[in-house]
């Protein structure tokens, strides 16, 4: 963990890595390898990497071969999704074929999509209707599981934007929901007649062999009813019994398709149409119900459809709430009718997926739990700072396991656990020239305001910023640093090297900064600018060791999980394409 603990933006001022040779020490990544990853044996395949006699780094392609080693996908203790759907094989009502791209982005109806069709999996296996979603932000999960699968979904969110936003997002797509429907069976028919006409001939042999079977099953089965319909008819009565057979004998042959069991019950139901009502009871006695007449069957049918109407108009609701998600929250205070529901979370930030793990051991009205996190630098980490706060429920660690051992990753190693390997390995670069401005702010805050941490942070100040300059204007507005200070040692600086006076102006035309020379603070990003590919190495090694603290968070929560007592099965399962989706692992458990 100590070569994740080096800040990337801390880089170009204290120099990690020897500046003549660009190679980490063999002590730093050592660390990292045998307590970070926990998993290293005495044989630790990380030590042929390093040069014995210099301590550096000398074989970058065993290294990365021996993080991928200690990554999820290597170490055999995630359950394959396919196994899951299986395991929790069940009737499902979500058999309408519309796909949540009608109406989300790709990303976003990928995550859907797959993870929508587990929860409803999970719920009907438990028998369950009311679902959770915590940090439901716009919706998205819990308005599909409501319209697609029948479910009941609370969605909470801490924003009350984010719940406006989605009552919103919600009624629009009530509106159109039909439409997607339609379009969504469309594309089921069209996609059954393309797999037909794939197999023309195999279909035609198919059918053929059905159709001969149904002829002389229906042929055995004319023959011995007429004998039995001659018995107890009329005369008559005999030609018209014999017509109608014949006639559904044809019916028959044209709808091949259907199943060998389905077609004999139709051609006894045809023959009962015909007896007396006296006659049905002598003619099998282990049929005991009598066909209805078609006004019967038309209202029966009706009444069906308005009992599942009403049951679909019971559970297909969707109500989205705002309120804050911890590990002490009262669900009842939040739903008034909590029934037996189980709670579900698509990339949950920091400490909301692990409260979500909380909630769910300590409830009993709730019976599962799916969890999908993200933004692992929000994490609270009990042993990141030395401060005693015994009453605080800290987001990592989670199992008695790493809290015997006093274990801490620290917000840079989380920070690196966020990287998207998966996406580098495609082509999809990191944000180096961002990184690389906060690395050159990280310099000049420390030689101006003399520290190098700050409780704030710049977040995605980098997307806004016309310029370096307008960047670190823009920085120091969030860290809440007081921004004269800087002008001052510019100007003495510029008075220095007797240069002019140059002001800054914003994009329509304000003067905002009156520093004496803006091109003093360029020296600093001039400075540092040919490091540029040595902070990106430095960060692809980042990239490499990314996955492996990911096991340890994810495996965290599992043991903490696998530590309770009410849990009767739990796993961590890949969701996700991983391109598509860097955070791609949901953990799952199911009660007793």
């Not at 209707?129 to 932000?137: A, C, E, L, R, Y």
């Not at 011995?224 to 009329?234: A, C, R, T």
């Amino acid at each position: 963990m100590c070569l994740e603990k080096t800040l990337d933006y801390e880089f170009p001022s204290r120099a990690r890595w020897k500046q003549d040779s660009g190679l980490v020490s063999k002590q730093k990544c050592w660390e990292a390898a045998r307590t970070g990853l926990m998993f290293l044996t005495d044989d630790d395949i990380f030590s042929s990497a390093f040069c014995e006699n210099s301590d550096k780094l000398i074989n970058v392609h065993l290294f990365a071969l021996a993080a991928k080693y200690y990554s999820l996908s290597s170490l055999g203790v995630c359950t394959p999704l396919e196994d899951v759907l299986e395991a929790l094989k069940g009737d499902s009502e979500g058999a309408t074929g519309i796909k949540p791209d009608e109406f989300m982005n790709n990303k976003k109806s990928h995550e859907v999509q797959v993870m929508s069709e587990l929860v409803d999996g999970i719920a009907n296996y438990c028998g369950i209707k009311q679902v959770i979603d915590i940090g439901s932000g716009k919706g998205y999960l819990s308005s599909f599981l409501s319209m697609q699968y029948n479910l009941k979904v609370y969605g909470i969110d801490s924003s009350s934007s984010n719940t406006n936003g989605a009552h919103e997002r919600n009624r629009k797509l009530k509106k159109h929901w039909r439409a997607y429907q339609s379009r969504g069976k469309e594309k089921l028919k069209n996609l059954s007649l393309e797999k037909a006409n794939d197999k023309p001939e195999e279909s035609e042999i198919n059918c053929k062999t059905i159709n001969e079977e149904l002829l002389n099953n229906a042929n055995s089965l004319q023959n011995q009813d007429q004998v039995i319909i001659q018995n107890l008819l009329p005369c008559g009565f005999t030609e018209m019994a014999t017509l109608e057979t014949n006639t559904e004998t044809e019916a028959d042959l044209v709808t091949g398709t259907q199943s060998h069991e389905t077609k004999l019950s139709e051609e006894v139901l045809a023959i009962l149409n015909v007896l007396p009502a006296d006659a049905v009871e002598d003619f099998s006695s282990s049929h005991t119900c009598v066909e209805l007449c078609e006004e019967e069957k038309v209202q029966r049918k009706m009444t069906s459809l308005q009992t599942k109407a009403k049951k679909s108009s019971e559970s297909n609701q969707y109500f989205p709430l705002t309120s804050c998600i911890t590990a002490e929250t009262e669900l009842n205070d939040i739903i008034t009718d909590l029934e037996d529901c189980m709670m579900v979370g698509l990339h949950t930030c920091g400490d909301l997926a692990a409260n979500t793990l909380r909630i769910f051991t300590t409830k009993p009205e709730i019976k599962a739990v799916c969890s999908v996190g993200c933004c692992y630098h929000l994490l609270s980490e009990q042993f990141e700072n030395q401060e005693e706060c015994h009453d605080q429920v800290w987001g990592f660690p989670m199992c008695q396991y790493l809290k015997d051992k006093g274990w801490c990753c620290g917000r840079n190693a989380r920070m690196s656990a966020c990287l998207a390997l998966e996406r580098v390995a495609v082509g999809q670069m990191l944000p180096t020239e961002s990184l690389f401005y906060r690395a050159v702010l990280q310099v000049i805050i420390e030689e101006i305001y003399g520290f190098a941490k700050s409780d704030r942070h710049v977040g995605k100040t980098f997307s806004k910023s016309s310029s370096f300059i307008d960047y670190v204007r823009r920085s120091l507005k969030k860290l809440e640093l007081d921004d004269s200070k800087l002008y001052l040692e510019m100007n003495k600086r510029a008075a220095v090297l007797h240069r002019p006076n140059v002001y800054f102006f914003s994009g329509n035309g304000q003067k905002l900064l009156p520093w004496k020379n803006i091109s003093c603070i360029m020296d600093y990003y001039k400075k540092y600018k040919d490091r540029m590919n040595e902070l990106e190495a430095f960060n692809m090694l980042k990239v490499v060791l990314a996955p492996c603290i990911e096991v340890l968070i994810l495996l965290d929560r599992l043991c903490y999980l696998k530590e309770q007592e009410n849990i009767a099965w739990s796993g961590l399962v890949k969701l996700f394409d991983p391109v598509k989706s860097p955070r791609c692992y949901a953990v799952i458990a199911l009660k007793n």
